[in-house]
């Protein structure tokens, strides 16, 4: 199996370096006799690669949502006030990437939130109409309790400014963003705190 390629903008990034290991352990949505093995891709300590988060909230849009970030013991903490009247969402987003992820499943992240359905979003280079498509995939946490939560590459669903499309296909192979949504058309408070973020590749035993 070839070693998915990994590029970064910045050179912290490059010099923090990329790690693959594997190891054995149970997915939430998989059986007890399932191997996964992960690609770190990056946590929140110094020695981590950087992805240049950012913010963008619905306020773009003509919203009124709040939201940020802090990173604070090996945490990101994103955190805010969604407000449904106006767009509804506030997001986090990594700088450009360049990921090829073609040889895995999907991705996980650790995180501790709060009970609300977050979204994890990713771009590549396909357009649709001349203008960059993303896709997203919808997950639930528990409220106060730290999970790790996979999400399959399979659940991402191509849509633009909200509405979602019959295509492109997601390409693993040219994710070139990764972006974090609280938008599950509630108003009030948020906050999840994400730990780390891997991709891991889930095989069947014989």
């Known amino acids: 199996m070839p070693i998915s390629e990994i590029y970064f903008p910045h050179s912290t990034a490059l010099s923090c370096g990329i790690t693959l290991f594997a190891l054995l352990c149970s997915p939430l949505s998989a059986s007890e006799s399932d191997e996964l093995d992960t690609l770190f891709l990056t946590s929140f300590n110094a020695d981590s690669p950087d992805f240049g988060w950012y913010v963008q909230n619905d306020n773009v849009m003509g919203g009124r949502s709040e939201g940020g970030f802090d990173i604070s013991s090996g945490q990101l903490i994103f955190s805010g006030n969604t407000n449904t009247n106006g767009g509804g969402f506030s997001s986090i987003r990594t700088q450009p990437l360049k990921l090829d992820l073609f040889a895995y499943t999907g991705i996980r ?3 501790k939130a709060d009970g609300r359905r977050y979204t994890w979003a990713m771009q590549t280079d396909a357009r649709w109409r001349g203008r960059r498509v993303s896709y997203w995939a919808d997950f639930d946490t528990l ?14 669903f191509p849509q633009f400014r909200g509405f979602r499309l019959d295509g492109p296909e997601l390409d693993t192979s040219q994710i070139t963003e990764f972006a974090l949504y609280q938008y599950d058309k509630t108003d009030g408070p948020f906050e999840l705190r994400l730990i780390s973020i891997e991709a891991y590749l889930e095989s069947k035993q014989p």
């Open 143 to 156: 409220a106060d309790a730290t999970n790790v939560i996979d999400i399959p590459f399979t659940n991402f």
């Open 109 to 111: 992240v650790k995180i």
